[in-house]
Nanobody
Framework: QLLESGGASVPAGGSLRLSCAASGFTASSGCMGWFRQAPGKGREGVVTVAKDGDTTFADSVKGRFTISFDNNKNTLYLEMNTLKPENTGMYFC????????????????????WSQGTQVTVSS
């Protein structure tokens, strides 16, 4: 199970940190990441972390978003800085406990576990 929190409404240029607490498995042992679904659009990858630590960011968020993991809390974090209106959407964290071999980003949409989603709204 993934329990997500941290969504809010912020002005452009602001920052937010999303949290995703995993229960029932050790999240860091697999493929983890975040997706965004903008209004009227499909889900798209924001960032993924493979079990070997290899991290892939969407080009649109490189340099502004960071991802981290707290092993003690079994919790994944997404730090979002210099937010833009186009970052608006419902954010989901995902997890595939045993990963997809050495890869994560290409297969993340197939992750077994998805959070309930948290809304991020960035106003201009």
């Amino acid at each position: 199970q993934l329990l997500e929190s941290g969504g809010a409404s912020v002005p452009a240029g602001g920052s937010l940190r999303l949290s995703c607490a995993a229960s029932g498995f050790t999240a860091s042992s697999g493929c983890m990441g975040w997706f965004r679904q903008a209004p009227g659009k499909g889900r798209e990858g924001v960032v993924t972390v493979a079990k070997d630590g290899d991290t892939t960011f969407a080009d649109s968020v490189k340099g502004r978003f960071t991802i981290s993991f707290d092993n003690n809390k079994n919790t994944l974090y997404l730090e979002m800085n210099t937010l833009k209106p186009e970052n608006t959407g419902m954010y989901f964290c995902v997890e595939q406990p045993r990963g997809f071999g050495d890869s994560c980003w290409p297969f993340a949409m197939q992750c077994e576990y998805w959070s309930q989603g948290t809304q991020v709204t960035v106003s201009s």
